[in-house]
C-alpha cells in the first residue's frame, strides 16, 4: 500500500483472503442504500459514536486538528470496526453507511469543537514561554 486511496480496497482484497464466505457476515458496498431503510434511532447512533474522537482528537493532536484529517481518523476507526462485524460474524451488515455517518458525526463534532481549537494551542505556547531555557 503506498496511497491512501489503496487502504480500503487492500483491506477488502485482505478479508477475501483470510476468511472463508461461508463463515463471515455480510457486507453492504453501496453507499446511501442502507440509509434511506436506517430507522431514525440507528442513523442518530451512528452519527454519536465518534462524537468523542472529533471533540478531543484535534484538541489533543495539533496535526490533526483540521475537519477533514478528524473525518479521515473517524473513517479509519470505523473501517476496523465494520471489518471486525464481517470477520468476527456479530449477525451484523458490515456497511460503507455507516462509516459515512460515523465521519459524519466525528466531522461534526470537530466544527463544534473549533474554538477551543486556538485556545489550547495558545495556551500550550504561552505555557513554552513561560518555562525558563536551559544555559549550557
Not at 79 to 92: A, F, K, S
Request: charged fraction near 20%; include cysteine.
Amino acid at each position: 500500500i503506498n496511497r491512501p486511496e489503496q487502504l480500503i480496497p487492500s483491506a477488502l482484497a485482505a478479508m477475501r483472503v483470510l476468511t472463508d464466505p461461508a463463515e463471515t457476515g455480510t457486507v453492504s458496498l453501496v453507499p446511501l442504500r442502507d440509509v434511506v431503510t436506517m430507522p431514525p434511532y440507528q442513523i442518530v447512533g451512528n452519527l454519536l459514536v465518534f462524537v468523542a474522537l472529533g471533540l478531543l482528537v484535534p484538541l489533543r493532536f495539533r496535526a490533526l486538528a483540521s475537519v477533514p484529517r478528524v473525518m479521515a481518523v473517524a473513517a479509519f476507526c470505523s473501517l476496523l470496526i465494520e471489518i471486525t462485524q464481517y470477520v468476527v460474524r456479530l449477525g451484523r451488515v458490515a456497511s460503507v453507511d455507516d462509516i459515512l455517518l460515523n465521519s459524519v458525526g466525528a466531522g461534526l463534532a470537530a466544527l463544534v469543537s473549533r474554538p477551543w481549537w486556538r485556545r489550547s494551542r495558545d495556551a500550550v505556547t504561552a505555557s513554552r514561554r513561560e518555562q525558563p531555557r536551559a544555559i549550557a
